[in-house]
């Protein structure tokens, strides 16, 4: 199973990327995917998350209205579209797959997210 992260890179303050999750190796239904990031000596936080078969989603109240998680499940394909981006959105974001009765939880190698002033 691979979880492949990409579209991270350098924006100014304000600006907008597009981070793409690209899953293979099984299927995912009933599945929860979700955006992680972990900023340099802070802890992994939760961003945004959708289950992959409703696409139910929510994201944390710190990027709320300014994030948007979608999905692609002809593409296998998760989505992360971030605007209005400040310098605290500086991490590396990690996309994450879980299914507690399936017993799987699958982590990317993650991209980074760099916002600066």
């Known amino acids: 199973v691979q979880l492949v992260e990409s579209g991270g890179g350098l924006v100014q303050t304000g600006g907008s990327l597009r981070l793409s999750c690209a899953a293979s190796?099984?299927?995912?239904?009933?599945?929860?995917m979700g955006w992680f990031r972990q900023a340099p000596g802070k802890e992994r936080e939760f961003v945004c998350a959708i289950h992959w078969s409703t696409g139910a989603a929510f994201c944390a109240d710190s990027v709320k209205g300014r994030f948007t998680v979608s999905r692609d499940n002809a593409e296998n394909t998760m989505y992360l579209q971030m605007n209005d981006l400040k310098s605290e959105d500086t991490a590396v974001y990690y996309c994450n797959a879980v299914n507690p009765l399936l017993q799987y939880n699958y982590w990317g190698q993650g991209t980074q997210v760099t916002v600066s002033t």
């Open positions: 190796g099984r299927t995912f239904n009933s599945a929860a």
